[in-house]
Structure formats: C-alpha cells, structure tokens
C-alpha cells in the first residue's frame, strides 16, 4: 500500500499552522495563572475539577495529574475558585501582573454532605470543550459501581460494560474493542507497556483498583500522540499514595487476597512544600485450592487458575509541582488443567516519569523511560510446546502549551522491543522468529476553540526501522456545540502498527496468545494487488451525538467504521513447506502469515443516569466484523452482532452503608466452524517408505465453512451486597456477599470436537468478602 503523497503535506501544513500561532501567541503580553489541586487529606492530586477566576469567564479543568493552566488573563485582582461535587468549594484571593506566570497550589476539604446536583460541572465543561470522541474516562468511583466478584472491584468488570467491547469468555477470555484483536489494543501503565492486562480467568485483571487514579479507553479514532496500534488504547494512571501518615487496605475473599499499604517517606513541613510518598500493592489468587472445597460442584478437581500481582511506587513532588515518579511491576498466571496442558505467563518491568513545570513558561514538560518483558508457554500433551518472549523499553517526552482555552501539544517518541517464539504449525512443522525491532515516532496536535466548534487536528509520524518503513499519520477530531447540553462530534485517522500475535483470530479457545513482530515471509501478492508493506493498517471514522437531558440523564450515541486496509494473519490453509523445492506451489499455500482485509462497522448507544444515590447506565452495541483472505470472506470469531449492558448501583440505609449493584450482560452468539466428518490423517512425513495400509493414522477433520454457524445467545446476571461499617477514624470494614450468574445460565464455552463434549462457561459462583482500610 503505496503513501499518498497529500499526507505528508497535511502534516507539513498542521506543523507550520502550529508554529506560526505559537509564536504570535508567545509576542503576547498578560499575565498566567497555573498550579495543581490536591486532598487536605491525603495530598492526592483532584482530577477534572473547575478552577477558574471568580465573575469572569477564565477557567480551567485539572487533568490527570491535578494540573490546571489559566493563560492570557489580563492583570489584575481576581478571586481563584475551585468547585466540585466531591469536595468543599475553594476560595482565595489572587493578584496577577503583567507578564506574571503565578504558580498556586490548592488544596480541597472532602464534602462531609454529598449534595444532590451542581450547577457548576468539570464533567460537562470537558465534554463542551474537548472532542472526547469514544473515549470513556473511568475513575475508582465508578469501578465501584460494577458489582464486585469475590468483594473487590476490577477494571475488567467495568471494562466488559463498556459501549463496542466485546468480551469472549470467563475462562481464558479477550477483549475485543469495535473489530480490534487484543493484539491492537495498547496498554500503557503509567507510560509503561503492558503486553497482558487479563488473567486467564476472565474475572480479574492485573492492575488493583485501589491505586487507579484515572483510565482512559479509547474505542477508536485516539489522537497523535498515540501510535503503534490500529485499533484501540487503553492508559491508566495510578496513585501516589498517602502523603499525610501511613495507610493501607486488607482484603480477602473465597477467590484473592491482597494487601495495599502506602504512606509519606518525606512529609511536607507546611502546606506546599515538597514531599517524598510511595504506594505498595500485592495480591494473589488462591482459587485453584479453594475452588476444590468452595465450588466442587463445577469440577471436583477444583477450577485450574492462580496468579500474583505486585506493583510499587515511589513519588517525588517538588514545591512548584514538577515530580519524579519510579514504579516496577511483576504479574504472573497459571492455568494448569490435569493431564492435559499446562498454560503459563510472567510480565514483569520498571520504570519511570516525570512532570516539570518551568519557572517562567506556559509550556508543561512530561516523559518517561520504561522497560517491560512478557513470556509465555504452553505445553499440551501433543508434545509439541509453544512459548514466545516480547521485551523492550519505550521512552518519549511531550510539550504542552496553553493558549487561553487552546492547547499545542508535541512529543517524540522511541521503543525497542526484541521478540521469540516458537509454536508448530497444524502441519506439525516448528515454526520460530527471532527478531530486534525498533521504532521512533512524533506527533503534533493543536486543540481550538473557535466558537462553538473544538477543533483537534493532529498527525503522527511513526518509522518502523526494522522495515525500513515511514507511516505518516493524520488524525483530526471536531465538536460542535449546538446548544449547551446538545453536542455533535467526529474523528477520523489513519494507524499502523508492526506488532501481532501468533495465534490467528479464527481460534475461539486459546490461551496461548504470543507476539512477533512483522514477518518478512509475507506473500508478494494479495488478491492480485502487490504487498508493498509489511505493516498492519487501519482507517478510523466515527461520528455521534451527546445529549444531557436536564434529569440528570446524558446520552451518546456513536457511529464507527475501521477499515483494516491491511492485516496479518496466521495461514491456515498451508500445504508444503516454504524451501526452495516447493517454489512452484503457489506462495498461499507455502507463507506462514498470510495478508487479509476487514472492515469493522456498528452504532454503539449509552445512556447513563445518575442522581444522589442511585446510578443507571444501560448500553447497546450493534456490530459487524468481517474479513477477506485470499480465497474467501468470513466472519472471525469474536463477531458478536448485538451486545446488551444494563448496570445499576443503590445507596441505601439511615446511613447510608448499604450498597447493591447489579449487571445483566446480553450478547448474541459468535461464529464458530461446524464438524462435517472425520478421516484418516497421514502426514506422509517418511515420504516414499510409508505403507498407508499398514501405517497407523490420526484422526482427521473435515471442516464446514469458516464460521458460517452461531452459538448460542449468551446471557448472565451478577450482584453484589456491600455493607460498610466506621471502625475508628480512618479504619471502615466492607463485607461483601456477590454472586457471577444468579440464575444458573448454561452458556456455552466450547464443545470437543472429537468427544462432542460440551464445556460451559462459569455456572452460579457465590462468593464472600471483606476489607479492612486503615
């Protein structure tokens, strides 16, 4: 796929627009007022909250490091506020003059008395004034409003209820996000590589609640300033930890345990100082022995998962608000099912990054350097065992520029990863690369307000040197405000990514999921077109609406299309080997990976309600996935046309220490490939010397069509009690009684082929918590 000469341009132009306002803006005197919001109580940072200049119209929401920018604001005498639903309303008095870049630090007292509504929204002020198309922000507080299984809340619980997501299985299951594999999904943890999120029981992923500070999800159609994957990204920020004493959380129940505890290494003398804090989380799994005596009834030998996380964290915050975080991770998995495989995985990795606030500039400086590693294996009873290594660093810086409500971003960026892996093929042939890759990339964006439109343009220039390879990137995303509670918006951009997996889509059940990086033995031809390319590509448009009803009802609605100009995927239909005797066979049948097409299209609704203490979100997602190889069109198996979420949380009790939530979860069946017949399998490996009549063969497969049959609807149900009860001054107790598929729902997993065995999904799975906070 030849680069059009245009995008190169565009970018070109996007550069030289954004240089030429940045330096008229620079001639420009006023006066500046930035600094960062924080707890009384623990000195955590307050994301998107208001800050603004009291009786005028300069104004500001934090971000996710509680940072807040008020630029071009003419001299004078000013009152700064900050307001939000959680905590007290902020005031004090400012004096800013000419030329003056004032630094202020804020900090905010929790609200002792939850009010019903305010009229003031850091929420809907960043709907109005930032594209934010298909990008959900999660915060702890709504983790929470999931029900919990085992009594501690997950991401990948709340993950599954999000609009376009689609969610394979409770065993060994993937996320699949508007047509995207979980191989196109980035995962970045403070800035740092995650090649796995999940555990192999889908219930739990890696990362512990308790010291998420924000995650941001984008479905589709992210900015520059992300590369390397053509479908989706997923970043998540944690906590600093305490910064006034020393504090901690224990829990366990019938499925983990685990042991959060943080604190000040350095306490601030008086309030703006700097400080030294750090957080330390730990949890584990125990459910391969507990399930032998809790839920015998699934299997008597009990369910075969077990895993241990481990995360820490230290911060250093100067006075002014420029920070030095370093963090290590390690996350290990086991699935070991008797007699038949033995599944396992281990990332683990360190790192660090930075915030730096100049003296005397608007610009806001931030980066990172992180290395990760991943290593799977696989061994089954066929002998033939499957392993695969992904490690490497990433490291980049940003510029952020603030102009009054506008925003000039610009960053580099450079990763390194080494892949290698080996697996064998249906043929039973060894299949192994070993491979250095690396990448250097840059971007630049530029938000503006003009009017009631916001204007996002960007683009991204990604080269892949291993290739020898450049991608030129546009991006762009526009808003407009129709009125102050109706908004209509759009993005669009083209993505490439070098990275992919090992196993094809076209596998319902494997645990095994490794990574390579772009294989040179790609065919030279696709459906008589010439491959010019070894990278994987997509195109992204999407176009909504949102809409806040004034009874705290909001609304959205989003339509997307992906179109997967070019994809990489395992050959399935390989007869002979790719060596020089067989160059006369077609390369279809000789190529290891094969090129393929696809086009992913849906409308996805959402509609949340949330007023005092009740919450309500209900969610439907309309697909369709479809891809071309050589020789036909299919469906992959993750194809699910209509998918149903309906959550709801209740606060309730004289004090308000009881808490249900509730999921039902509807999805219409996904494709899968029927049985036609057996035969006699042989390979025919010992060439001319085999004596097919004596010879003893293996059971062979004949294959309907590729995923022309549907399973059936899936469908389950999961609640949650929560009671909360105040022990001393900072210590609360949480007990909690939960159970994954009330109503018993036999939703299917997969059947064995050969035995017609049918294996289900998880059935009914009570489950008892508690949690001590101190």
């Given at each position: 796929?030849?680069?059009?000469?245009?995008?190169?341009?565009?970018?070109?132009?996007?550069?030289?627009?954004?240089?030429?306002?940045?330096?008229?803006?620079?001639?420009?005197?006023?006066?500046?007022?930035?600094g960062?919001?924080?707890?009384?109580?623990?000195?955590?940072?307050?994301?998107?909250?208001?800050?603004?200049?009291?009786?005028?119209?300069?104004?500001?929401?934090?971000?996710?490091?509680g940072?807040?920018?008020?630029?071009?604001?003419?001299?004078?005498?000013?009152?700064?506020?900050?307001?939000?639903?959680?905590?007290?309303?902020?005031?004090?008095?400012?004096?800013?003059?000419?030329?003056?870049?004032?630094?202020?630090?804020?900090?905010?007292?929790?609200?002792?008395?939850?009010?019903?509504?305010?009229?003031?929204?850091?929420?809907?002020?960043?709907?109005?004034?930032?594209?934010?198309?298909s990008?959900?922000?999660?915060?702890?507080?709504?983790?929470?409003?999931?029900?919990?299984?085992?009594?501690?809340?997950?991401?990948v619980?709340?993950?599954?209820?999000?609009?376009?997501?689609?969610?394979?299985?409770?065993?060994?299951?993937?996320?699949?996000?508007?047509?995207?594999?979980?191989?196109?999904?980035?995962?970045?943890?403070?800035?740092?590589?995650?090649?796995?999120?999940?555990?192999?029981?889908?219930?739990?992923?890696?990362?512990?609640?308790?010291?998420?500070?924000?995650?941001?999800?984008?479905?589709?159609?992210?900015?520059?300033?992300?590369?390397?994957?053509?479908?989706?990204?997923m970043?998540?920020?944690?906590?600093?930890?305490?910064?006034?004493?020393?504090?901690?959380?224990?829990?366990?129940?019938?499925?983990?345990?685990?042991?959060?505890?943080?604190?000040?290494?350095?306490?601030?003398?008086?309030?703006g100082?700097?400080?030294?804090?750090?957080?330390?989380?730990?949890?584990?799994?125990?459910?391969?022995?507990?399930?032998?005596?809790?839920?015998?009834?699934?299997?008597?030998?009990?369910?075969?998962?077990?895993?241990?996380?481990?995360?820490?964290?230290?911060?250093?915050?100067?006075?002014?608000?420029?920070?030095?975080?370093?963090?290590?991770?390690?996350?290990?998995?086991?699935?070991?099912?008797?007699?038949?495989?033995e599944?396992?995985?281990?990332?683990?990795?360190?790192?660090?990054?930075?915030?730096?606030?100049?003296?005397?500039?608007?610009?806001?400086?931030?980066?990172?350097?992180?290395?990760?590693?991943?290593?799977?294996?696989?061994?089954?009873?066929?002998?033939?065992p499957?392993?695969?290594?992904?490690?490497?660093?990433?490291?980049?810086?940003?510029?952020?520029?603030?102009?009054?409500?506008?925003?000039?971003?610009?960053?580099?960026?450079?990763?390194?990863?080494?892949?290698?892996?080996?697996?064998?093929?249906?043929?039973?042939?060894?299949?192994?690369?070993?491979?250095?890759?690396?990448?250097?990339?840059?971007?630049?964006?530029?938000?503006?307000?003009?009017?009631?439109?916001?204007i996002?343009?960007?683009?991204?220039?990604?080269?892949?040197?291993?290739?020898?390879?450049?991608?030129?990137?546009?991006?762009?995303?526009?808003?407009?405000?129709?009125?102050?509670?109706?908004?209509?918006?759009?993005?669009?951009?083209?993505?490439?990514?070098?990275?992919?997996?090992?196993?094809?889509?076209?596998?319902?059940?494997?645990?095994?999921?490794?990574?390579?990086?772009?294989?040179?033995?790609?065919?030279?031809t696709?459906?008589?077109?010439?491959?010019?390319?070894?990278?994987?590509?997509?195109?992204?448009?999407?176009?909504?609406?949102e809409?806040?009803?004034?009874?705290?009802?909001?609304?959205?609605?989003?339509?997307?299309?992906?179109?997967?100009?070019?994809?990489?995927?395992?050959?399935r239909?390989?007869?002979?080997?790719?060596?020089a005797?067989?160059?006369?066979?077609?390369?279809?049948?000789?190529?290891?990976?094969?090129?393929?097409?696809?086009?992913?299209?849906?409308?996805?609704?959402?509609?949340?309600?949330?007023?005092?203490?009740?919450?309500?979100?209900?969610?439907?997602?309309?697909?369709?996935?479809?891809?071309?190889?050589?020789?036909?069109?299919?469906?992959?198996?993750?194809?699910?046309?209509?998918?149903?979420?309906?959550?709801?949380?209740?606060?309730?009790?004289k004090?308000?220490?009881?808490?249900?939530?509730?999921?039902?979860?509807?999805?219409?069946?996904?494709?899968?490939?029927?049985?036609?017949?057996?035969?006699?399998?042989?390979?025919?490996?010992?060439?001319?010397?085999?004596?097919?009549t004596?010879?003893?063969?293996?059971?062979?497969?004949?294959?309907?069509?590729?995923?022309?049959?549907?399973?059936?609807?899936?469908?389950?149900?999961?609640?949650?009690?929560?009671?909360?009860?105040?022990?001393?001054?900072?210590?609360?107790?949480?007990?909690?009684?939960?159970?994954?598929?009330?109503?018993?729902?036999?939703?299917?997993?997969?059947?064995?082929?050969?035995?017609?065995?049918?294996?289900?999904?998880?059935?009914?799975?009570?489950?008892?918590?508690?949690?001590?906070?101190?």
């Open positions: 796929m030849k680069q059009h000469f245009s995008l190169p341009l565009f970018c070109s132009g996007i550069l030289f627009t954004l240089i030429l306002v940045s330096f008229q803006t620079a001639a420009q005197q006023s006066a500046n007022v930035r960062f919001v924080y707890t009384e109580e623990t000195g955590e940072a307050v994301l998107f909250t208001n800050v603004y200049l009291k009786g005028t119209t300069y104004g500001a929401a934090t971000d996710v490091n940072f807040y920018s008020i630029t071009k604001v003419p001299p004078g005498k000013y009152t700064l506020t900050v307001t939000s639903v959680e905590f007290d309303t902020l005031e004090t008095d400012i004096e800013l003059r000419s030329g003056e870049i004032a630094t202020r630090k804020l900090y905010v007292k929790k609200r002792v008395v939850q009010i019903g509504t305010i009229d003031i929204s850091a929420e809907k002020q960043e709907r109005q004034t930032e594209v934010k198309v990008v959900n922000s999660i915060t702890p507080r709504e983790l929470k409003q999931v029900p919990t299984i085992g009594g501690d809340p997950d991401l619980q709340y993950l599954q209820v999000l609009p376009g997501v689609v969610f394979s299985g409770d065993q060994g299951g993937q996320l699949y996000i508007r047509g995207g594999t979980p191989v196109q999904n980035k995962v970045l943890l403070d800035g740092m590589v995650i090649y796995n999120p999940f555990h192999s029981i889908g219930l739990f992923s890696v990362f512990d609640t308790d010291i998420i500070r924000n995650a941001d999800v984008y479905a589709g159609g992210f900015g520059a300033e992300y590369g390397g994957r053509i479908s989706s990204v970043d998540i920020k944690t906590r600093d930890g305490n910064k006034k004493r020393l504090a901690g959380k224990l829990s366990a129940n019938t499925f983990t345990s685990k042991l959060m505890f943080e604190g000040p290494l350095k306490k601030p003398k008086k309030q100082d700097g400080d030294i804090s750090f957080i330390l989380s730990a949890k584990t799994s125990y459910l391969d022995r507990s399930s032998k005596e809790l839920y015998s009834y699934i299997d008597e030998n009990g369910l075969p998962y077990s895993f241990n996380d481990f995360y820490g964290k230290i911060v250093t915050n100067n006075a002014n608000g420029s920070r030095l975080n370093v963090f290590g991770f390690s996350f290990d998995d086991k699935a070991i099912y008797e007699d038949i495989s599944y396992k995985w281990k990332s683990s990795g360190f790192g660090s990054s930075f915030v730096i606030v100049p003296g005397q500039s608007t610009v806001l400086i931030d980066g990172n350097f992180a290395f990760s590693q991943y290593k799977i294996t696989l061994t089954e009873a066929d002998n033939r499957r392993s695969s290594l992904v490690n490497g660093f990433n490291l980049g810086m940003n510029f952020t520029y603030f102009i009054n409500q506008d925003q000039i971003k610009y960053g580099i960026e450079a990763l390194g990863f080494k892949t290698d892996y080996e697996f064998y093929n249906f043929l039973g042939t060894k299949v192994e690369q070993e491979e250095n890759t690396t990448e250097l990339g840059s971007y630049i964006t530029f938000r503006k307000l003009a009017g009631k439109f916001v996002e343009p960007g683009c991204r220039f990604h080269y892949y040197a291993s290739l020898s390879e450049l991608s030129t990137e546009p991006r762009i995303g526009v808003k407009y405000n129709i009125t102050d509670n109706i908004r209509l918006k759009a993005a669009g951009g083209i993505y490439a990514q070098n990275l992919l997996s090992t196993v094809s889509d076209r596998d319902v059940v494997n645990l095994f999921y490794g990574f390579l990086s772009g294989p040179s033995t790609l065919p030279k696709f459906r008589g077109d010439e491959v010019t390319s070894r990278l994987q590509k997509a195109n992204h448009l999407i176009g909504g609406i809409y806040d009803f004034p009874i705290n009802l909001t609304l959205n609605v989003e339509a997307y299309i992906k179109n997967f100009t070019q994809l990489t995927n395992v050959n239909d390989k007869l002979f080997e790719d060596i005797a067989n160059f006369d066979e077609p390369e279809i049948y000789r190529k290891d990976y094969i090129v393929e097409t696809g086009l992913a299209k849906g409308v996805d609704v959402s509609i949340k309600y949330e007023y005092k203490r009740i919450y309500i979100w209900a969610v439907y997602s309309l697909g369709f996935v479809t891809r071309q190889d050589e020789f036909r069109d299919y469906v992959p198996h993750f194809d699910r046309r209509h998918n149903v979420n309906l959550v709801g949380s209740i606060t309730f009790g004090k308000l220490d009881w808490q249900f939530d509730a999921r039902w979860n509807f999805g219409s069946g996904f494709p899968f490939t029927q049985t036609q017949g057996f035969y006699p399998y042989l390979d025919f490996t010992g060439g001319l010397n085999v004596d097919y004596s010879e003893n063969a293996e059971l062979g497969i004949l294959y309907g069509p590729l995923n022309e049959s549907r399973l059936p609807y899936y469908h389950r149900l999961d609640v949650s009690l929560k009671k909360t009860f105040a022990v001393a001054k900072n210590s609360v107790l949480e007990v909690t009684a939960s159970v994954v598929n009330v109503y018993d729902r036999s939703n299917i997993f997969y059947q064995d082929r050969v035995t017609y065995e049918r294996v289900d999904q998880l059935p009914i799975l009570p489950s008892l918590g508690a949690s001590i906070t101190f």
